[in-house]
Each structure stands twice: as structure tokens, then as C-alpha cells.
């Protein structure tokens, strides 16, 4: 098991990993959309495959580790009651952004503005929970704020959306 001192960069190793899964799922998710080939319900049927990925890494997974380590089955009502509750939020989460593309968000603009609001979100609710506002340093609050300022200018100025060409003009038959 990793260690859990200070200086141990397991966690940075982890968080970057997952920095790189979750880059890439919105450029996924939004190709999986479109390969799907159906422009009403593409999003849809993405989102399904979406789910049973989900049902393979983060059911079956969970089941065999604890069940190769001989972990206990008990559960408590808040740990299951906060844990699907997590779930439910980050399953809504995925799905509205299926909604954000099938409402002609790019996806570089759509996950730019997700992943620049999330941690802000995700720190102003976390240090509320802690009550740690007065110990916070004037460079986290910096970092915060330069996130909400970066998910504003990525929504300002969004590159201007990529048009397919125009088919070509059929050719008039030559007049004799």
C-alpha cells in the first residue's frame, strides 16, 4: 500500500493518471456520439456504453478486489447513502455533458468550462465542509480564482465552430 507521509508522491502519480482519463473522455465521449451515426439519439446510446464501462470498472472491479481480500461486507447507511450519492452526481454529470454536445457544444470549449468550474466548485465546497477558510493561503485562493477566470475566457473567446465544406457544385452540361 502507498504510504500515507507527506512525502510520498503516490497521490500526485494517481491524480495525474486520472488528469489524463478524464482529458480524454470528453473527446470520447463526443466521438463515440458521433460514430454512433444516429444525430437523435447518438448521445443516448453513447451514454449506455458509458454505463456498461461503468458497471465493468466500477462494480465488478470493486467486487473482486474486496472479495480477493477477504474485506468485510459491512457497510454503513451513510458511507453507502454519501458513496451513491456521489455516483448519482457524477453519472447526471456525464450525462448533461452529452446534453451540452447535443446542443452544439464543442468539446474542447464544453470540458474546458467543466473542468475549470468542477475544482472550484470542489474546493468552495470542501473547505466549507472543513471550516478551514481562515487557514487557507492567498495562493490556493489565487489558484481558485484564476480557475473561474480561465472557464470564463474559454466560454468568451471559444474558437468559432468548424463548419464541413460546402458539397460541390454540380457541373452544368455543356450547352451545344
Same mark, same amino acid.
Given at each position: 500500500m502507498p504510504s500515507n507521509d507527506s512525502t510520498s508522491t503516490t497521490w500526485l502519480i494517481f491524480a495525474l493518471m486520472t488528469v489524463a482519463c478524464w482529458g480524454l473522455y470528453g473527446v470520447l465521449l463526443h466521438s463515440g456520439q458521433v460514430a454512433m451515426g444516429d444525430a437523435a439519439n447518438g448521445r443516448y446510446k453513447a451514454? %449506455?456504453?458509458?454505463g456498461i464501462a461503468y458497471f465493468l470498472s466500477a462494480v465488478l472491479a470493486p467486487l473482486a478486489m474486496l472479495w480477493w481480500r477477504?474485506?468485510?461486507?459491512?457497510?454503513?447507511g451513510a458511507g453507502i447513502t454519501l458513496s451513491l +450519492?456521489?455516483? +448519482? =452526481?457524477? !453519472? &447526471?454529470? !456525464?450525462?448533461? =455533458? %452529452? +446534453? *451540452?454536445?447535443? *446542443?452544439k457544444g464543442a468539446p474542447s470549449v464544453v470540458?474546458? &468550462?467543466?473542468?475549470?468550474g468542477a475544482p472550484v466548485i470542489n474546493a468552495l465546497v470542501a473547505v466549507t465542509l472543513a471550516g478551514s477558510w481562515s487557514r487557507l493561503r492567498w495562493q490556493f485562493v489565487a489558484g481558485i480564482v484564476l480557475a473561474a477566470i480561465g472557464g470564463c475566457l474559454v466560454t468568451l473567446y471559444r474558437p468559432p465552430p468548424v463548419h464541413a465544406p460546402p458539397p460541390a457544385a454540380a457541373e452544368a452540361p455543356e450547352a451545344r
Open positions: 451514454f %449506455l456504453w458509458v477477504g474485506a468485510s461486507w459491512q457497510m454503513s +450519492l456521489a455516483g +448519482l =452526481v457524477g !453519472a &447526471i454529470g !456525464a450525462f448533461c =455533458v %452529452l +446534453l *451540452a454536445f447535443g *446542443a470540458m474546458s &468550462i467543466v473542468f475549470a
